[in-house]
């Protein structure tokens, strides 16, 4: 069990050694040696799984501590890590993806000039990431998710010389302090109420029926908790970062803003569902945010351009899913959901940079086109990775989403209306992609002619495209066509590609092969999610009308987008805009707001600030002017004043001992 | 005190009261040696006066030294209070050649001399009212050996600096070491020769004074 | 039975104040140095009054350490002195004011 703590040891070493050694080592060493670091840890995450596999399931959650953090009076918050089904399955695929995108890396951020910076985020996300999962209490995990939030700052400002980088990183960064401030909340609650942090302490109790917690606690503690969750993982009202950190190169998209940190939402939550318990007002909103959330991010996918953007909205969508089976008391169904996602989403996105890659930064769908003939590896691909996601059985999206739909259905027949809705809408986008980038005309060759043609849709460009090709050394291939990767970018496509076509057998609903079921069945027993069950006809017809209407989006999309490029009709401005919200956030800023800050910048800093500190300054020059004539230079007289001191003490001393 | 001279006075013959009576005699004379030659000093012009009259102060003082049976500090203290320390006190006067009367009279200060004097009073009276309160002896006695008992007041002082105080002790060594060398650097001949570092500060400092 | 310690803390206090007022009167460099003498004689007179009365070796210990201290402070600031008076001859205390403010 020991191997424990190598799971988090060797990205952190990976991470220093980077941070302080980085400018030496040369250019692949550090991915290479990040690669190593990453991949040892998931070896170790291996190791730990099979020790606990070897256990009976009711005494597979052990404690490490490390050292004990904080000792303030009674609260002692240590460094320590649990290993328990639901944090080693999170570990596991945090560090088997993981691994395989820093792999990827080496090649996508070849003859970048801070490559070795790239490569000490990547590791020290993974450590972060993995503090997160691992930590034994919230206080700890809380240092990693604040870790996480800093790697992902990092990343997507990662080429900050771009303002629309930077500016994307800031959102990011602070959109994930609302959240933050609301996990926060959540601590001090859970330590008025508890006097701990230590899951042992805090869930533990809670989960094997020991204690109860009152209502209104219960659903004050999750709401914030939840508040934490929203802004990690896009959902409403706190998505909007999400789309713009596609800014960061693809890699880092497809790593934390697909498969592993946006997911520490649906990580925390699960692992609160023994609070959540307690609340059914709290799930509701979780359900409801998940359903919201999968259908709007769906919506505003169907009309992007960006290739990365429309991924990014559909991961906005997809964890809108996850959080929707929490909601409807399914944390099995949405975990499921959460490594499949991790799976295709990752190889989506690393699809995606492959084809960017191989177009030299151009980012734009409608520049793109008939790609099929010139990438062999990554057109199939994308397309298991496309059918997993479109829920085309029998590929992974389809089982995981059928499970969760499940659940919807037993919640509420309106939240499985959200979600059959989007499962059309994710079908419909993922086809319009799929043939824009893979069929028709040819277009990335006009392209670079006609620069502007796509100002017309409104939707910002990638200024990627700007970035050039310093970032790849891509000048030496000139403009020439479309080549395919080399072996470093494809060999983790071919193992996701591999995972996203049959990972679902992991939990496969029939046959006995639930894997991931019987593994976290003893963190969700019946005193933290009630079980329930879905009759195998019930579930059989929505298995029949989810798949009718997968195939249903999937011929749409793919006969709309047949020919033309530019169907306006189809892609409505409001949704272009995203809906304006944006918009809506910007205009409430800047007017009211900014008329705000300007008076406090003109009236009260200018004036009152401003004065009061001159004032001080003034009043001191002048009380010196006054007080220098007390220096007369005559030591005597200095004598004389240490002696009226003295006098004085020892008239305060004697009054005092006379009392 | 006139209790206690009436006590002198009617001292009964036995040793006892022979020992208290000489006792408070020295502890007379003593306190008469030391207000006298402290008064000299503070009122006499001529500072060679004053260094004489220094000198019947420290005798005072090494008198009520005995007397609280320091003896070996009353030795001390003649030698290099009475026997160093006011010679070089002369010294420095004659060679100096500053043993002229010193205006007292003149100050540029008003209210120098009175908030002084009134300053010395006031001090005097507060410790005086503050020796009235009886309960504010205290501490650990004998913390680092004991002043009665057996053996010689040299052998425990002795015993004292070489043990517990050594660390002290080799301090004031070095203190010492240091004062010489600063007398060194300090009364260095500056001006003349114009190359040495201290002579060039010392010039430095004293034309600013003139300025 | 000898003089009570009062009497000598008393006497110490008079002279002790009795330097400190002529530390405050006088000008004359010298005599202000033996005015300090003086209270360091004063205190130095506690220091043993207090080893009577404690029954502690350490007041007269302390007393030691007065007596080299006193040694040093007088060797340097007769020094100071000297170096003083080669500049400017019958200077005072009051003659050394530049720090005026």
């Not at chain 1, 670091?37 to 052990?62: D, E, H, K, Y």
């Not at chain 3, 460099?29 to 205190?43: Q, R």
Request: aromatic fraction near 12%.
């Amino acid at each position: 069990m020991n191997a424990a703590y190598l799971i988090v040891a060797l990205p952190f070493a990976g991470a220093l050694v980077l941070l302080f050694a980085g400018r030496r080592i040369l250019d692949p060493v550090s991915g290479w040696f990040a690669t190593a670091m990453a991949a040892g840890s998931f070896v170790c995450t291996v190791i730990v799984w099979s020790t606990l596999l070897g256990r009976p399931s009711t005494s597979r959650s052990v404690d490490k501590t490390i050292f004990t953090w904080m000792p303030v009076g009674s609260l002692h918050v240590s460094f320590g890590l649990q290993l328990d089904p639901l944090s080693i399955l999170w570990s596991l695929f945090v560090t088997g993806v993981g691994s395989l995108i820093t792999l990827y890396s080496i090649g996508y951020m070849r003859g970048d000039p801070s490559f070795s910076r790239f490569f000490f985020y990547l590791n020290a996300f993974i450590f972060s990431m993995l503090i997160l999962v691992l930590a034994d209490n919230f206080l700890f995990s809380f240092l990693g998710w604040e870790g996480v939030g800093f790697c992902s700052y990092g990343l997507v400002g990662f080429w900050f010389e771009r303002n629309s980088a930077a500016v994307a990183a800031k959102k990011a960064f602070v959109t994930n302090r609302v959240g933050d401030f609301g996990f926060m909340i959540a601590l001090f609650l859970m330590f008025q109420h508890f006097g701990s942090f230590n899951y042992s302490v805090v869930l533990a109790p809670l989960a094997s029926g020991h204690a109860t917690l009152a209502n209104s606690t219960a659903t004050f503690i999750s709401i914030m908790l939840v508040l934490g969750a929203v802004a990690k993982s896009a959902q409403i009202p706190l998505y909007m970062w999400l789309p713009d950190a596609m800014e960061g190169p693809t890699p880092v998209s497809a790593l934390i803003h697909a498969a592993t940190m946006v997911t520490a939402g649906v990580y925390l939550v699960a692992r609160a569902a023994p609070i959540l318990h307690f609340s059914p007002d709290a799930q509701w909103i979780v359900a409801s945010i998940g359903a919201g959330t999968c259908f709007l991010a769906a919506t505003i996918a169907c009309v992007q351009d960006d290739i990365k953007r429309v991924l990014a909205y559909s991961t906005v969508s997809q964890i809108g899913y996850m959080f929707l089976a929490e909601g409807s008391g399914d944390y099995q169904a949405g975990i499921y959901h959460t490594v499949m996602h991790a799976f295709f989403k990752a190889l989506l996105f690393l699809s995606a940079g492959s084809i960017i890659h191989a177009l030299h930064d151009e980012q734009n769908m409608k520049r793109m086109g008939n790609l099929r003939k010139y990438l062999p590896i990554t057109f199939p691909a994308f397309m298991v990775g496309f059918l997993a996601l479109a829920a085309i059985p029998p590929f992974d999206g389809f089982w995981s989403k059928d499970e969760v739909l499940a659940a919807a259905w037993h919640k509420s027949p309106v939240l499985w209306a959200f979600g059959i809705a989007t499962a059309f809408l994710t079908a419909y986008y993922m086809s319009r992609q799929v043939r824009l980038v893979f069929w028709g005309k040819s277009r990335w060759n006009s392209a670079a002619a006609a620069h502007g043609a796509a100002g017309d849709t409104g939707i910002p460009l990638s200024p990627a495209a700007a970035h050039g090709s310093a970032a790849h050394g891509s000048a030496a291939h000139g403009g020439g066509e479309p080549h395919e990767a080399p072996r470093t970018m494809t060999i983790p496509l071919v193992i996701l590609t591999v995972a996203s076509a049959f990972g679902w057998l992991l939990n496969a609903n029939f046959a006995g092969l639930d894997f991931i079921n019987k593994w976290l069945a003893p963190i969700f027993p019946a005193t933290v999610a009630t079980p329930f069950t879905v009759s195998t006809g019930t579930k059989w017809i929505l298995g029949v009308i989810a798949t009718l209407v997968a195939f249903g989006g999937l011929f749409a999309g793919m006969g709309l987008w047949r020919r033309a490029v530019d169907r306006p009709e189809l892609e409505p401005a409001f949704l272009a805009h995203a809906w304006y919200i944006d918009e809506g956030i910007s205009a409430t800023v800047s007017g009211p707001l900014a008329r705000m800050a300007t008076r406090f910048s003109f009236v009260v800093d200018a004036g009152w600030v401003d004065g009061l500190v001159n004032g001080v300054g003034r009043s001191a020059a002048g009380a010196g002017r006054q007080l220098r004539r007390l220096q007369t230079g005559y030591v005597r007289n200095y004598a004389l004043a240490i002696g009226v001191g003295t006098a004085a003490v020892l008239l305060y001393v004697s009054m005092r001992a006379g009392s | 005190m006139l209790a206690s001279l009436q006590s002198v006075l009617l001292a009964d013959t036995s040793a006892q009261a022979l020992a208290h009576a000489s006792a408070w005699a020295v502890f007379l004379v003593g306190a008469a040696m030391i207000l006298t030659g402290a008064a000299g000093v503070i009122l006499l012009r001529n500072p060679v006066h004053c260094a004489l009259m220094l000198v019947v102060t420290l005798f005072g003082v090494a008198l009520e030294f005995i007397d609280q049976s320091a003896d070996f500090l009353a030795a001390v203290q003649i030698i290099v209070y009475a026997g160093a320390v006011v010679i070089l006190f002369l010294f420095v006067i004659m060679f100096l050649g500053v043993d002229r009367k010193e205006a007292i009279a003149a100050e540029p200060t008003k209210l120098q001399k009175p908030l002084a004097l009134l300053m010395g009073l006031v001090v005097l009276v507060e410790i005086l009212a503050l020796s009235r309160v009886d309960h504010w002896v205290g501490g650990t006695p004998a913390l680092s050996g004991a002043l009665n008992g057996p053996g010689d007041n040299v052998q425990k002082v002795g015993q004292a600096v070489y043990t517990g105080y050594l660390l002290p002790f080799e301090m004031t060594a070095a203190l010492l070491v240091i004062a010489v060398v600063a007398t060194v650097v300090l009364s260095k001949r500056a001006g003349g020769a114009g190359n040495d570092e201290a002579g060039a500060v010392v010039a430095e400092e004293s034309s600013e004074v003139t300025s | 039975m000898s003089v009570p310690s009062a009497w000598y803390l008393v006497l110490a206090a008079i002279l002790f104040g009795m330097g400190a007022t002529g530390l405050l009167v006088r000008r004359n460099v010298l005599v202000m140095f033996m005015c300090i003498e003086l209270m360091l004689n004063a205190v130095n007179l506690t220091f043993v009054t207090f080893a009577r009365l404690l029954n502690d070796i350490g007041g007269q210990v302390d007393v030691l350490f007065v007596l080299v201290v006193a040694a040093a402070e007088v060797v340097v600031g007769l020094a100071i002195i000297v170096a003083l008076f080669r500049r400017r001859a019958a200077a005072t205390a009051d003659d050394i004011h530049i720090l005026k403010g």
